[in-house]
């Protein structure tokens, strides 16, 4: 049984101080009634004040981080390398965000490196992939979100894959407070599950986490939640506001 995983991705959002108080009115807020795993994965001048009180309170969120470079270190300016994740402390990674992929120009081979790296410095990815519109209305979404799965995973040890989320976020849905319904949602993560159990064992895809991830909120989480292949939720906008995202993990 896959234990349900919902992440706060809070974007280029909340300072420091502001993420502090944020971490400590939730854990206040935070019941656990159906006994999930909750990662908060703040902007990167965030990451420390954040497992600084996760640690210090003891308390049972992960974190992650937004993004990484791919290499241990070199002359990259702006960016963060895997090692620096793991000195911090970090759980997980989100990888390959659609707004990644759009605005930072992060292709299919891009994301691979990066799953790559992270599994080799134990970091586990959570890794997006998702269509836009103009190919959903093609009809070839799944067709599309098929081909990053086989792209970004390539070379990937099967021995990783129980480690990896998959964040499937239809990019026509994200921050614009429309959603796939939850069958479309699900039938998608049934394709993906299933076309990871292709590349390596059904049993091993069985044991990945699927997440969905599009303006989900308070009002379509517990829909969502229950459709078979959909292990929990990327979120976004509602992750930054306290009493939204206690609904959302409190669903």
Request: aromatic share 8%.
């Amino acid at each position: 049984m896959r234990k349900p995983f919902i992440a706060g991705n809070w974007k280029m959002n909340l300072t420091h101080m502001e993420a502090i108080k944020f971490i400590q009115d939730l854990a206040y807020e935070f019941k656990n009634k159906n006994s999930i795993d909750v990662c908060i994965c703040p902007p990167f001048t965030a990451l420390r004040s954040v497992k600084n009180i996760i640690d210090s309170d003891r308390l049972s969120f992960k974190i992650g981080a937004q993004n990484m470079h791919w290499e241990e270190s070199g002359a990259y300016t702006g960016e963060i390398s895997p090692l620096m994740l793991v000195t911090l402390g970090m759980d997980y990674v989100i990888i390959g965000h659609s707004e990644r992929r759009e605005y930072f120009s992060e292709t299919n081979e891009i994301v691979n490196k990066k799953v790559i790296s992270a599994f080799t410095h134990n970091l586990k990815p959570i890794m997006c992939v998702g269509e836009s519109l103009a190919i959903r209305e093609s009809g070839k979404a799944q067709e599309f979100v098929l081909g990053q799965i086989t792209e970004c995973l390539k070379g990937i040890d099967v021995k990783n894959i129980p480690d990896l989320t998959v964040a499937y976020e239809p990019i026509w849905a994200i921050g614009t407070g429309k959603n796939a319904t939850s069958k479309d949602a699900n039938d998608m993560c049934s394709a993906i599950r299933k076309k990871v159990g292709q590349m390596y064992t059904p049993s091993t895809a069985e044991l990945v986490r699927i997440q969905y991830g599009g303006s989900v909120k308070p009002s379509n989480i517990t829909e969502l939640m229950s459709m078979p292949d959909i292990d929990g939720a990327l979120v976004g906008g509602a992750s930054i506001k306290v009493e939204d995202f206690t609904a959302v993990i409190n669903y």
